[in-house]
DNA sequence: TCCGGGTGTTGATTCAGATCAATTCCAAGA
DNA sequence: TCTTGGAATTGATCTGAATCAACACCCGGA
């Protein structure tokens, strides 16, 4: 399996799709994908970046911790999705962690390769561009919502995120799995496991949501996506 | 005034400096500079980019507002710095507005040229690509900070930071001048204005500031360091 | 089968910061 | 000079979420 990237299920996705001729064949010659389990560090917060990496399956969690030992999960990595790649073209040691959450198959380019692909493509940094583009602008959404939300609606919009890529059969009913422990959907949203619960608890006291284990069943998509709206739904 | 980029005071800091040859010429012809009074919008979100702007003096604020009005001031940019780029080469309408905060003198540089400087200058692409870097590092910062540190700290890290760009003669002692509004500190910080008086006068209180209109005068430099360092100073 | 430990839940209590409501301060304009 | 309106301060009160402390649940291993 995963003998090349040509074939690799996801090839649309990442930035590789913009590459042509000869910098195909030599990524995937230098490309090594190897398996993960769950718990495994991919980097660490002050490593140097030795290449790219792009997720062939599982899930990837991004994460940063500050000197009190609090750590923060600031964003999830899709299968198709690259990461790593911001330390390596800028040359600056890694500002945050990367640590495998569901355990999949990771895809790693080595340093000198991108170097030399980026150096001929200029499609490529800008593909890189791009993808850091929307990072930042989802960040930018997240200190908004930290700062402006109640952890409840913050909750609901990450369901609402989470809904959007899931199956929403024709109706408005959603069934969804959550792809993290709700510590780390906790740590997402920037709250305690505790209130972490009693949030859900009170969603699903109110019949907006339905949870069982990692299952969710949203019964009126609509309805749920209107309260996470911000408090007032005009 | 302000007749050409090459004897911009700021030309070492923006990502111009990697321009070679004919395209600086290029730039320098297609820049216009206009000046800008405090409170004056540059751009709004949603709104298409037209090019991209350098801060010639003066101070310009990044702001996002969300449904319910609540504005949120993300950064500052200050003289030599540029801004706007990121929706002109990604080609997406503005995520955030941009508003002057001081008065001063901003250049622009159309679309147009910038677009065709950049197709024929990967240099620039990618020192466009280490400012966006670099504005990543700090937005996962600011997450980070207002999800685990409190509003003191907050302010106090914000303090070193604007500390950082001041004149600390020699010893320990540093006075300083905020750049903004006391509203303004707060909506950087993720605050209040009534929270931040009363954090002000706090650190009024125990003497790690003193506090005049918008000069700050801050008797031991380094105390006031150590506290920012989260709640446990170990 | 009985552990053990990680994950999640629940309750009681506390506290940081928001909110509501007056003032006071101050700079620009008449 | 007086006026005026935004910026800043101050106080009283409320509340959302953290904290502290048990306890229930579930799953893999001996």
């Known amino acids: 399996m995963d003998k090349s990237c040509s074939n690799c299920a996801h090839r649309q996705a990442a930035e590789w799709s913009v590459l042509e001729g000869a910098n195909v064949a030599h990524m995937d010659d230098a490309r090594r994908s190897r398996s993960f389990l769950a718990g495994e560090a991919i980097y660490h917060e002050g490593d140097e970046a030795t290449g790219v990496y792009c997720v062939s399956s599982g899930l990837v969690g991004i994460r940063k911790v ?3 030992g609090e750590s923060v999960l600031l964003r999830l990595v899709r299968p198709g999705q690259t990461f790593g790649y911001r330390s390596l073209l800028t040359g600056t040691p890694h ?3 990367a640590e495998v959450l569901k355990e999949g198959r990771i895809c790693h380019v080595p340093a000198a390769t991108v170097h030399r692909i980026a150096a001929d493509s200029p499609a490529l940094v800008m593909a890189f561009f791009r993808h850091l583009a929307r990072d930042m602008a989802e960040a930018e959404n997240k200190v908004m919502e930290t700062v402006t939300a109640s952890c409840r609606v913050r909750f609901l919009r990450l369901l609402v995120a989470f809904g959007g890529e899931a199956d929403s059969d024709e109706g408005t009913r959603v069934r969804l799995e959550l ?3 709700r510590q780390d959907i906790a740590s997402l949203i920037g ?5 972490m619960s009693r949030v859900i608890r009170a969603i699903e006291n109110e019949g907006l949501a ?3 284990g990692r299952h969710v069943d949203i019964p009126d998509a ?3 996506a209107d309260e996470s709206f911000g408090s007032l739904a005009a």
Chains 1, 2 share one sequence.
């Open 66 to 68: 500050d000197a009190d």
């Open 222 to 224: 609509r309805r749920l």
């Open 179 to 181: 792809p993290v422990s």
């Open 95 to 97: 500002g945050v962690s």
């Open 210 to 212: 339905h949870f069982k």
């Open 191 to 195: 709250v305690r496991s505790e209130t």
